[in-house]
Each structure stands twice: as structure tokens, then as C-alpha cells.
């Protein structure tokens, strides 16, 4: 059974720094799949940044330059580095793993940032 677990977010003003990061379990291969989403209040649920099935890294254009996702096969964690935070970046995250038939997800993170 996949399960991920997902820790730090909070509340931090514009300009700064928060750092996501989810570990997973129940995964037999590697990281490839794992990533981010996030959902704004009254908004639909988004893409962050994520490593794909194939490997490679996809960030939303809205995060390019200023969020970096990172991942260790071995422990199967995925990290998301957030800079340069600002109030558009506020909502829920959640760690997303999907396998192209399944997709799993994390509880879910807050982060604000207030102007």
C-alpha cells in the first residue's frame, strides 16, 4: 500500500524560503512519478513540479527559477525547495505519486504567505 507523508509548510512573509518534503513508502521502484501539486482557495488543484514517469522534471511557469524539486531514490523522498515566496503561492501541497493507471496522495501541507 502507497502511502506518503509529507512535512514542513507554514507561514512565512513574501520574499522568503519554505521547504517540502515528502516520504514515501509501499514504492517498489524509484522516485520517477513523485512531485507536488497544489490547491489555492477556490481553485482547481495544480501541478507544482514533479519528476515524471520518464525522469525528467517539469516545473509549472509559475514557480520556474524559484522552486527546485529534488529526490532520493534510496529513501524515496522528494524534496521541494520554495524561494522567493509570494502571496499567489498560497494553498494546500500535496505529494502526488502516480504509476500512469493510479495516482496517490499525501494529506496535504498548508503554506501561507502574507504580503
Known amino acids: 500500500q502507497v502511502q506518503l507523508a509529507e512535512s514542513g509548510g507554514g507561514s512565512v512573509q513574501a520574499g522568503g524560503s519554505l521547504r517540502l518534503s515528502c516520504a514515501a513508502s509501499?514504492?517498489?521502484?524509484?522516485?520517477?512519478?513523485m512531485g507536488w501539486y497544489r490547491q489555492a482557495p477556490g481553485k482547481q488543484r495544480e501541478l507544482v513540479a514533479t519528476f515524471t514517469i520518464g525522469g525528467r522534471t517539469v516545473y509549472a511557469g509559475s514557480v520556474k527559477g524559484r522552486f527546485f524539486i529534488s529526490g532520493d531514490n534510496a529513501k524515496k523522498t522528494v524534496d521541494l525547495q520554495m524561494n522567493s515566496l509570494n502571496p499567489e503561492d498560497t494553498g494546500v501541497y500535496y505529494c502526488?505519486?502516480?504509476?500512469?493507471?493510479?495516482?496517490?496522495w499525501g494529506q496535504g501541507t498548508q503554506v501561507t504567505v502574507s504580503s
Open positions: 509501499g514504492i517498489t521502484l524509484g522516485i520517477n512519478g
Open positions: 502526488h505519486y502516480g504509476t500512469g493507471y493510479r495516482d496517490y
